[in-house]
């Protein structure tokens, strides 16, 4: 069964976007998108956030005049979704729907524009389905957006910490809000070749990030730790080493 956060809603909204590395994640992905996705800003696109929490990356698209389907299998996100929604003054651009990523289809929700699957195919039972599956609702010419924890960085961190071998043997007890589905960036690349298209941007979100499980706080700002994962976020070999792997695509 598909994870649903009811229980955590607000602990995980706080966990991934209330936080310094929460922050680097949205403007790294803010400024992917704006840069191999640039029509997004002419307002005309309908585009899909599928399985968007709390729908921070629904504004940002409906900011600029798009239609956006925000669709999700928990309730308390959706919930307070539509409450930032009406306080942002964009309740009337962004439908919400309550649905599995799985349920939608092209015959009932038609083709989009863009679209968004951030850090929900790790969270099924078939990371891989579910990258296939968000392909077919993207139009002909239309992108999407995939945000996945990435196996690399996860085995290299376990290497890091001594915590390797015994890969086979996780401890999930504090572990709540880490994914079980992980995928590496060749294999959502292996992925991606079964549908037609291609891959436009591959980025690793978060190089810099959470490699010992103690360690002193980096004595830098903010900002200064973003213009760091700027400089390498594009490029191998740190692409493939980002607590998250992000890929755009394109529907050909």
């Known amino acids: 069964m598909d994870r649903n956060f009811d229980s955590l809603a607000l602990r995980l909204e706080d966990k991934i976007y209330g936080t310094d590395k929460g922050y680097i994640r949205f403007e790294l992905l803010k400024e992917d998108i704006l840069d191999f996705c640039p029509d997004l800003r002419e307002g005309k696109w309908r585009v899909l956030d599928a399985g968007g929490g709390t729908g921070r990356f629904a504004r940002f698209c409906a900011a600029f005049g798009n239609e956006v389907l925000h669709c999700d299998i928990s309730g308390t996100m959706l ?92 401890n999930h007890k504090h572990r709540k809000l880490t994914p079980t589905g992980k995928m590496t960036p060749d294999e959502i690349e292996e992925t991606l070749k079964t549908v037609r298209g291609e891959i436009i941007l591959r980025s690793g979100i978060r190089v810099f990030n959470h490699f010992l499980r103690s360690i002193i706080p980096l004595p830098i700002s903010r900002d200064e730790w973003l213009e760091s994962e700027r400089l390498y976020y594009r490029k191998e070999p740190f692409a493939s080493l980002g607590e998250h792997s992000h890929i755009i695509w394109k529907r050909t």
Do not use: Q
């Open 79 to 170: 919930a307070r979704a539509k409450e930032e929604n009406k306080a942002a003054g964009l309740d009337m651009r962004i439908t919400l729907k309550k649905s599995s990523l799985m349920e939608l289809s092209p015959g009932k929700e038609g083709l989009f524009d863009l679209v968004l699957l951030h850090g929900v195919a790790e969270w099924m039972d078939d990371p891989p389905s579910a990258v296939r599956h968000c392909a077919t609702l993207v139009k002909p010419g239309g992108l999407a957006s995939l945000l996945i924890y990435n196996t690399n960085k996860y085995l290299l961190k376990r290497g890091l910490n001594g915590r390797l071998l015994v890969k086979d043997k996780p």
